[in-house]
């Protein structure tokens, strides 16, 4: 007996995604793009323009207000887009991978500039074996996608949860999980008040070259790449007066540095800003961890079992411990005291008696003269 079939209509299979690494890249190099028209792009055209009109007709502050809150805006508006560009099929592992892939763009921009330095600097023995280092971080790069390490770790990076926004089981542990992460915190806190307190960061000055009028930063605390670094030189001991008079106006605006481009502005203030938000993002991450967070958990679980004890029977035992260790010292006291006595006596004579130590104390303070023969 025949049996129709009616045919099931054809689903619509979504998109295939892109590979893991092109989708890296291209998300690396928006965070980059995004990051350099936020940091870079807005207030150089700002300097440069519409705040010099602001600053002339009100004053600074509601100039550098309203700068900031034009950064603030372009890094919402570029990130709500790029939130909408990454809502579409996505490959297994691209939060990670646009993770590796910001920190290999990085790496391998300051090997291609090392490289390039060295060269520029001419052959040495300490040049050629800095261009073996480089070329050999280049090379590990290169083995780090070709062998598949770069898709590993992305996924790795993925399964682990460390880029995702959710929590775990967040209505249980929260007393151990706030403690945790208060004690985290107090952790790198210290270590960043120190770098702080101690000028372990490098710090903007400011200089007055010759001609200008005005002090300008020396940019010797910010992170430049390129451009030249001015130091102070030293007159010759033949220099002439009026040769040491040009080289001392010249050493009142030095060191500083010349060109280049900024990729960090102001160190001692970015960095402990950027580790605080690392901080606090890895705190969080942290108890909301699966593994770990089961374990805060499970910790919370146990120590709401345990019977603490009341004020009245915890002053009982105290009382009682204390004069255990007082009748416990007073009986160790009486004991060494009498085995003292009894071992001293001129009957046994296993230890010294006071008299003996004594005798042995006066004769330290009154040695005998040494012969001379």
Known sequence: MAVAVQPSPETKKPAPPMGLIAASAIGAVYILATAGVVLRLIPWLWDNGVGQAITSATNEFV????????????????????????????HAGWKGGVLLMVGVILVGFFVLKGLYDQAGRGFSAGGVLLMVVYAAIGFFLVQFFRTGKFSEWAL??????WLDAHTHKRTQGLRVRRLTILGILLI?????????AHNYLPKNGEV?????????????GD???????????????????????????ENRARPRHEGGLTLLPDMWLTIPLILMAMTLWFAWRAVNYPT??????ATEAEINKVSWT???????DTIVVLTCLFLLTVFLFVVDLFWSSVLSSRYIGVLPTEKDRQEAVQGDRNPEPVKDW
């Open 156 to 161: 790795a990076v993925d399964q682990g949860g």
């Open 63 to 90: 100039s550098v207000t309203a700068k900031l809150l034009a950064q603030l805006a372009a890094a919402v508006a570029l990130i709500w887009f790029g939130a909408r560009l990454a809502s579409g099929p996505r």
């Open 208 to 220: 007055t070259p010759p001609g200008v009028d005005h002090p300008i930063s020396n940019r010797m």
């Open 188 to 196: 790198a806190g210290t270590g960043i008040w120190t770098l702080m």
């Open 310 to 316: 009341s004020r009245k029977a915890l002053i009982r």
């Open 223 to 249: 992170w430049v790449v390129g451009g030249t670094v001015l130091e102070p030189t030293i007159a010759a001991k033949d220099a002439t007066p009026a040769e040491r008079e040009r080289i001392a106006l």
């Open 292 to 297: 770990f967070a089961d374990f805060l958990i």
